[in-house]
C-alpha cells in the first residue's frame, strides 16, 4: 500500500496517508485529519513507515468540495478581523494570525501568537455562540506564523518555510559566524523576527570552507611572497592578501590553492 504525503491548501505543514485506492499524483482530495475535514492534494509517494499518524482520505474531491473551500477561504479572512475586534474588547493581548475551518465550518480553528499566556474562556464564549461550532484556540510562534501566512524574504524571494520547508531546523548564531556575515539583527534575522532559515541551507559548505581557508589576519604564503589575509570570499575560494612594504600597502587576490599558511602562524 501506498503512503502519500498530502499538500493541505489551507496549511503548508503537509499530512501522510495510506493511498488506499491508489489515487494518482496531483489528485484532488478530502482528508480528514483527526475529525478535521479538509481540502488538499496529493504531492508525492513517501517510501517510509516512520511516519507516526496518518490522516484518512475520505474521497476524490468533488466541484462541490472544491466550492465549499472557496468559499470558506474568503469566509476565514473576513473572520479574522471580527474575532481581532472581539479580543480588543475582551482587553485580550494576542494577535490571532489565520483561522481555519473544516469543509462543512463545523470546527474553528483560531491561531493566534502572543508573549504570555492568554484567558480567552470568555473570547470562546463569545465566538461559540457567534459560529455556533467547535472552537480551538491554538498558539503558534513567529516562525509558524510566516510559514502559513507567507511573505517574501530579504532575498526578494518567497521564504524558505513557506516555499519548501516541513519542519523547523535549529539555526544558530554560530552558522551566521561561520558564514562571515554581520551579526547586525537586520541582516541574519528573517521577516518573523528570528534567525533565517536559510542560515542552515548553507552552513555545511561553509563549515567545511572554514577548514580549508586560511584565518583572517593570518600571515600566508603567496607566490608574490608573505602576506596578511585581509578579505575572504568563500563562495569564489578567493582569498584577499594585503603586502606592506617600504610604507605602501597593496592587496592582491589569489585563489585558494595558491595560498599556503605560514607554519610560525598556525596555533
Known amino acids: 500500500m501506498q503512503i502519500v504525503e498530502i499538500t493541505l491548501h489551507n496549511n503548508s505543514v503537509p499530512v501522510y496517508a495510506k493511498n488506499r485506492n491508489d489515487l494518482p499524483l496531483k489528485s ?6 483527526n475529525g478535521f475535514q479538509e481540502f488538499g492534494t496529493i504531492k508525492q509517494v513517501i517510501k517510509t513507515d516512520k511516519v507516526e499518524e496518518y ?3 475520505v474521497r476524490l474531491a468533488n466541484d462541490e468540495d472544491r466550492k465549499k473551500y472557496c468559499e470558506n477561504c474568503k469566509y476565514c479572512r473576513t473572520l479574522v478581523a471580527e474575532i481581532k475586534e472581539e479580543a480588543q474588547k475582551l482587553n485580550l493581548d494576542m494577535k490571532v494570525s489565520f483561522i481555519s475551518t473544516d469543509l462543512n465550518r463545523s470546527k474553528h480553528i483560531i491561531s493566534y501568537t502572543a508573549d504570555d ?7 470562546i464564549k463569545v465566538l461559540g455562540t457567534k459560529l455556533k461550532s467547535k472552537i480551538e484556540m491554538r498558539q503558534i510562534g513567529n516562525r509558524d506564523e510566516t510559514k502559513v501566512v507567507g511573505t517574501l ?7 524558505c518555510c513557506k516555499a519548501f520547508l516541513n519542519d523547523f531546523d535549529k539555526v544558530s548564531i554560530k552558522m551566521a559566524k561561520n558564514q562571515n556575515i554581520s551579526l547586525n539583527p537586520q541582516r541574519i534575522n528573517g521577516m518573523c523576527g528570528r534567525l533565517l532559515c536559510c542560515l542552515k541551507n548553507e552552513d ?5 570552507m572554514q577548514k580549508k581557508m586560511p584565518k583572517m589576519n593570518s600571515v600566508v604564503n603567496t607566490p608574490d611572497g608573505k602576506g596578511t589575509v585581509s578579505n575572504l570570499d568563500f563562495l569564489k575560494e578567493l582569498v584577499s592578501v ?13 585563489n585558494l590553492e595558491e595560498i599556503k599558511q605560514d607554519t610560525k602562524d598556525k596555533k
Request: net charge negative.
Open 28 to 33: 484532488l482530495v478530502v482528508v480528514d485529519v
Open 117 to 123: 499566556r492568554v484567558d480567552f474562556r470568555e473570547l
Open 153 to 159: 524574504g530579504v532575498c526578494g524571494r518567497e521564504t
Open 55 to 57: 490522516a484518512d482520505i
Open 242 to 254: 594585503t603586502f606592506t612594504k617600504d610604507e605602501t600597502t597593496e592587496v592582491k587576490v589569489y
Open 204 to 208: 555545511d559548505y561553509y563549515a567545511e
